[in-house]
């Protein structure tokens, strides 16, 4: 047997074993994308939740005559319309502060998120007069705002129901 028919076909083994491992290592980095992705995508909505808590706690602030009353505690989204146009008290200004959040809410989460919103005046030494909160008293209550959406942790994988919680002072 001549000496140089033996190494014939074992540079197209080594070609097909190096493809393979080549591909592996692609199809690897392939999933490591799509996690990076839905990592991404968990952590974009953490960060609308946050900012739309951030808003609304900071549209209770500037109307707390309506967070004195109650007009803000209930479950959102919420139905109701209000249009401060012309100028509101400040019951239809926490009501259209509802409508426009429960909007964001549906706009900048996955389908079907739901919030609410309880303030407590329990712990006070007196809650104030009717005439006190016309004078715009801080609020010396607190507030606890829930906010629950559903996100994918895979393609395949159900919503899981996500929460976030907040207490805060207004």
């Not at 001549?2 to 190494?7: A, F, G, H």
């Not at 190096?18 to 952590?43: D, E, K, P, Y």
């Not at 509101?88 to 079907?112: I, K, M, Y």
Request: charged fraction near 15%; charge should be neutral; include cysteine.
């Amino acid at each position: 047997m001549p000496l140089s028919s033996c190494p014939r076909g074992v540079t197209l083994i080594e070609v097909l074993v190096a493809m393979l491992v080549f591909s592996l290592g692609l199809i690897g980095a392939a999933g490591l994308m799509a996690m990076a992705a839905r990592a991404n995508q968990a952590a974009y909505l953490r960060t609308q939740v946050s900012f739309l808590a951030q808003n609304m706690a900071e549209r209770m602030h500037a109307n707390l005559i309506g967070v004195w009353r109650g007009d803000y505690d209930g479950n959102y989204p919420d139905a109701g319309a209000q249009d401060c146009v012309a100028g509101c008290t400040p019951s239809q200004l926490a009501q259209h502060d509802r409508q426009s959040w429960s909007g964001q809410l549906q706009t900048f989460l996955p389908p079907g998120p739901e919030a609410t919103i309880r303030c407590d005046q329990d712990g006070l030494p007196h809650a104030p007069s009717r005439e006190q909160i016309a004078l715009r008293p801080p609020y010396g209550g607190h507030c606890r705002m829930t906010i629950m959406w559903a996100e994918r942790s895979s393609v395949d994988a159900k919503a899981s129901p996500q929460t976030f919680t907040w207490a805060f002072q207004p």
